[in-house]
């Protein structure tokens, strides 16, 4: 989700392929059902497949999925299954090693690479606000609205989470009664948020704001939706049959 | 589900508070790796939706506030977060559809939704790892018996033990969070005096 000006116009300049809401999602989603589809005999093209179409639509995707953090959480998933997965029947450079483990490993590395790659594609793109849009089509009608206000009071509140824990640690904090001091920082958090909510809705309703009467959240197109949508359904059954 | 102009705004803070805790909180306990991090994270998570559900008593709410707070997750420190986020709206489906047995929250069903939601944080990994990353079933397991191993301080050959001593923990924050959230839900509504059917 676009969380900068720099980052969006960034994106956006970078972008070859001008995609609407839809088909980012549809782009993300082919992406997930093919690697979760793969074998071990299909994996490799597969998942250069996927990674291909990525890096054409996001050409920066790459660029944050390879960081150091996230390549410490791949080596603790990929590297263990070399040693301990199956049995030890091969060697190299005098490592011993299984081949049942190492072919998992580069199972979970593609997987790995290409999750983050699509997720990082996405959510790059598409704006929360979007998604909302997207969801209040299936049926949950206002969270458009509720999520504008959720990304409105997030700094807010967050402000007066830290102020009520600040007042509680001036009070005395948690060193007595730690139970207590916990039950009234949530309940004076809560209360501050619940009044808060109520001068919201207030606001609201005097700009005569009414959930029935709106339109969903718009959702951003483009004439290349539909072919992304129809090549990756076209796609997914050709490699699932 | 028909919800008014009040009922959405109540709904986002809930949602707001969910996913501040997830991004604060959330953040600095996996950075310092406390043990149970992932437990005491969905404990204090579903104690706010199951506080939202008793001032929103209508079917869907506790997954609106889920699905608030998962979309809220995405602002977190180091980028996206696929586990935490599949781990916020699992829960929230998890609580959402114990709830919706009966009409008006019960304590009985309170209980049972932060029992169960809590539990989902042991099955996480079996669904997530290997559908995401591929990591195989057994590798997943190995890893929960060694935590648990581990934090326990008992041999690798207690398995069923270890599991069973794992299970009864989840349940039981998962418990203590239902009967605080019920609590502390009844405490807000007089506290704000606000009623249920508002």
């Known amino acids: 989700m676009r969380l900068d000006k720099s980052r969006e116009s960034q994106n956006k300049s970078e972008r070859i392929i001008p995609l609407g809401t839809l088909g980012h999602l549809v782009i993300f989603l082919w992406c997930l059902v093919l690697v979760l589809y793969s074998t071990f005999e299909n994996m490799f093209w597969i998942s250069g497949l996927c990674i291909l179409v990525l890096t054409i639509l996001y050409p920066g995707a790459w660029k944050s999925v390879i960081n150091a953090r996230r390549l410490i959480l791949l080596g603790l998933i990929a590297i263990p299954p070399i040693f301990f997965l199956g049995a030890v029947d091969k060697i190299f450079l005098g490592v011993p090693y299984s081949s049942l483990g190492f072919i998992s490993s580069i199972q979970i590395i593609l997987r790995f690479l290409v999750v983050m790659m699509a997720l990082e594609g996405m959510t790059s793109s598409v704006e929360i606000s979007a998604m909302a849009g997207i969801l209040e089509r299936f049926g949950l009608k206002g969270l458009g609205f509720s999520m504008g206000v959720a990304v409105n009071l997030l700094p807010s509140l967050q402000k007066s989470c830290t102020q009520s824990w600040l007042i509680l640690k001036m009070r005395g904090g948690l060193r007595k009664s730690w139970w207590k001091g916990i039950k009234l920082f949530s309940l004076t958090t809560i209360t501050c948020a619940i009044k808060r909510a109520e001068e919201i809705a207030l606001a609201a309703e005097s700009r005569a704001f009414s959930p029935d009467k709106t339109r969903p959240w718009p959702i951003e197109r483009s004439p290349f939706d539909w072919v992304v949508f129809s090549s990756a359904c076209l796609s997914i059954l050709l490699i699932i049959l | ?198």
């Open chain 2, 1 to 198: 589900m028909k919800l008014s102009t009040k009922n959405l705004v109540i709904l986002a803070v809930f949602g707001t508070l969910w996913g501040i805790s997830e991004i604060t909180l959330g953040t600095a306990l996996k950075t310092l790796n406390i043990p149970l991090s992932g437990v005491l994270l969905s404990a204090i998570g579903l104690m706010i939706a199951l506080i939202g559900r008793i001032f929103i008593p209508k079917k869907g709410s506790t997954l609106f506030i889920g699905i608030i707070a998962t979309l809220l997750k995405l602002f977190s420190l180091g980028g996206v977060v696929i586990g935490p986020m599949i781990g916020i709206i699992s829960e929230a489906i998890v609580a959402e559809v114990v709830l919706s047995l009966t009409g008006k929250p019960r304590q009985g069903t309170m209980i049972l939704a932060g029992s169960l939601g809590v539990l989902w944080v042991l099955v996480q990994p079996f669904v997530t790892n290997p559908l995401l990353f591929g990591r195989a079933v057994f590798v997943v397991w190995e890893k929960l018996i060694l935590n648990g191993s581990q934090l326990l301080g008992l041999g690798n050959k207690a398995v069923f033990l270890i599991l069973g001593i794992m299970i009864c923990i989840h349940l039981a924050i998962g418990v203590i969070a239902g009967i605080v959230s019920w609590n502390l839900g009844h405490t807000l509504q007089k506290r704000v005096g606000m009623s249920s059917e508002e």
